[in-house]
């Protein structure tokens, strides 16, 4: 009878265990945006059994070999992404374009999900593309909104596998947000530059040209803008220069300036200047800057983009004439 007893206890208390790891597992996969692979779920002592009588009366999904979707769960663009690294037999983050965009380096939109690991068991997986990567070390990667990402620094480095035009933006877009410095930028590439290593030949011009800049800009046509210039081999000019009367009272801030020449130099982007106040504005501070005796250029991004020549000629020109 107390044998009986003792059992009945057993069992109900294995019971509640099960039920505890269950709960402890779904609160590991929530963090995940549902997902949890055969390791997590061992680590909470469910077995491979259990897994599988779970999967069969539909408590989870599985997404692919050893990894699986709490029911209920939201089906989405980061489970997906979640469930990529999950599924690499070893250290493994979301990388290159994808990463690019959960960082907000880029913002072309999730078009694909990258990812890259240590050693890939060259198994398909369908929409996804997996770089393998000799150099690839735990300090690269960082848990962000639920999802081992590479790190911004890392990021913009294999981004120089793409476009070196959208390395450049997403370049300066971390600068600007704060997400790397160029030093960090600079020491990683040290440690997995490569003779072969792909992206390298984009990154270090990238990375050479903003030596050349101490400051940073405050947006993306301003970077455009800087750009231009130092292609077309014209002197840099200073960027948000302030300019005040002569006894000290401010006047406004220009995107850029040369003081010496006297050229202010102002980028007026449509999210922020075509507004009827900030136009207003706008003229109001140009006109006290022309009185004071500086030259003020204004151009858009059309002009920047479209006739890129022709903006070099006028500030070369107006250089020249100062």
């Given at each position: 009878m107390f044998t009986g007893i003792a059992t009945d206890v057993v069992g109900v208390h294995g019971c509640v265990m099960a039920e505890h790891n269950h709960e402890a597992l779904g609160v590991c996969a929530a963090s995940q945006h549902g997902v949890f692979s055969r390791t997590d779920a061992q680590s909470f002592g469910i077995s491979d059994g259990v897994l599988r009588y779970?999967?069969?009366?539909?408590?989870?999904?599985?997404?692919?070999?050893?990894?699986?979707?709490?029911?209920?769960?939201?089906?989405?663009?980061?489970?997906?992404?979640?469930?990529?690294?999950?599924?690499?037999?070893?250290?493994?983050?979301?990388?290159?374009?994808?990463?690019?965009?959960?960082?907000?380096?880029?913002?072309?939109?999730?078009?694909?999900?990258?990812?890259?690991t240590t050693r890939w068991d060259r198994v398909k997986r369908i929409g996804v593309t997996v770089h393998e990567s000799l150099d690839l070390m735990l300090e690269d990667i960082v848990h962000h909104d639920g999802l081992a990402v590479t790190s911004p620094a890392r990021t913009v480095v294999d981004l120089g596998a793409s476009n070196k035009w959208i390395v450049e933006a997403?370049?300066?877009?971390?600068?600007?947000?704060?997400?790397?410095?160029?030093?960090?930028?600079?020491?990683?590439?040290?440690?997995?530059?490569?003779?072969?290593?792909?992206?390298?030949g984009v990154i270090r011009p990238v990375i050479e040209k903003r030596r050349r800049w101490d400051t940073s800009t405050e947006s993306a046509l301003e970077d455009d803008f800087r750009n231009l210039l130092d292609d077309e081999g014209i002197r840099p000019p200073q960027p948000q220069y302030v300019v005040k009367e002569a006894d000290g009272r401010f006047v406004c801030r220009a995107d850029f300036a040369y003081p010496l020449e006297r050229l202010l130099i102002e980028l007026d982007s449509e999210a922020h200047h075509l507004d009827r106040m900030t136009f207003r504005r706008d003229r109001s501070k140009q006109n006290r800057a022309v009185v004071l005796g500086w030259t003020v250029l204004r151009y858009t991004w059309w002009d920047v983009h479209e006739r890129p020549s022709q903006v070099c000629t006028e500030v070369a020109a107006a250089l020249e004439q100062a």
């Open positions: 779970r999967v069969g009366i539909g408590m989870y999904r599985q997404l692919a070999p050893g990894v699986y979707a709490v029911i209920g769960s939201v089906e989405s663009v980061r489970q997906r992404i979640s469930a990529a690294v999950k599924s690499m037999p070893s250290l493994a983050a979301v990388s290159h374009q994808t990463a690019a965009e959960l960082w907000g380096l880029t913002d072309r939109g999730i078009r694909s999900i990258e990812v890259v997403a370049f300066e877009r971390g600068i600007r947000h704060g997400l790397f410095t160029l030093a960090e930028v600079e020491q990683l590439l040290m440690r997995v530059a490569r003779r072969g290593r792909r992206g390298v």
